[in-house]
């Protein structure tokens, strides 16, 4: 079975934090992206990503940045994390081509006080 | 913009059926839907997916309407486990894979 492994299931940082969120896929799948989930508002894409090297804008970028140096893993950044950007992260990865399904990860609460 | 509409909340019976709907509009012709569930404390989990004709699989149905705008996941029995946020999600012409903000379904014994 395809895995998403999301580094960390809760985390609390400070406002003004430089925070990583870390997701890695055994799978060798193409694409990976970032979600945030929160009440009453579904999930909404951040980033993604269909190659090394390669990222593009989701509906919310804003505030938040991000790396894929290795087609495995793919990193969430927040360069100064703030009270508005505590929400449940989620990790998803799908192979390369039209259509394929998602596989997700467990999820990263993140607290930012 | 692209978006998907979804019920907030439904509410069924113990192994009685369940139609969950979904408002995808603005969808282009080869985008795929797919639908997900969520359980309590994990993340999503794949469900079922089509582009233009009907799909079953071992956890449900999915019916699509003949002008793709809309489409109906079908449990055929609900059971007390089939209790969670069903999510239905289509894929932009951008790449951007689109959801909607779920239903949670709530399954009575």
């Known amino acids: 079975d395809v895995k998403v492994t999301q580094s960390s299931r809760y985390l609390v940082k400070r406002t003004g934090e430089k925070v990583f969120l870390e997701c890695v896929q055994d799978?060798?799948?193409?694409?990976m992206f970032w979600y945030r989930q929160d009440p009453g508002l579904g999930l909404r894409l951040i980033y993604f990503?269909?190659?090394?090297?390669?990222?593009e804008k989701g509906d919310i970028p804003e505030g938040y940045s991000v790396s894929r140096e290795k087609k495995e893993r793919f990193s969430l950044i927040l360069e100064s994390a703030s009270t508005n950007q505590t929400s449940m992260y989620l990790c998803?990865?799908?192979?390369?081509?039209?259509?394929?399904?998602?596989?997700f990860g467990s999820g990263t609460q993140l607290s930012v006080l | 913009d692209a978006k998907t509409t979804q019920p907030n909340s439904m509410e069924s019976n113990e192994e009685e059926p369940v139609h969950l709907p979904c408002n995808h509009s603005t969808i282009s012709g080869t985008d795929y839907i797919h639908w997900y569930r969520q359980l309590p404390s994990q993340g999503p989990e794949y469900v079922i997916h089509?582009?233009?004709s009907n799909v079953n699989n071992r956890m449900a149905s999915l019916a699509i309407a003949e002008d793709r705008k809309s489409s109906t996941l079908i449990l055929h029995r609900a059971t007390l486990r089939d209790a969670a946020v069903y999510y239905c999600m289509y894929s932009s012409n951008t790449g951007k894979l689109i959801f909607g903000q779920g239903t949670t379904l709530q399954v009575k014994p």
């Open positions: 799978m060798d799948h193409e694409n």
């Open positions: 990503s269909y190659d090394v090297k390669m990222k």
């Open positions: 089509g582009l233009t």
């Open positions: 998803a990865s799908s192979p390369g081509g039209i259509g394929e399904k998602l596989f």
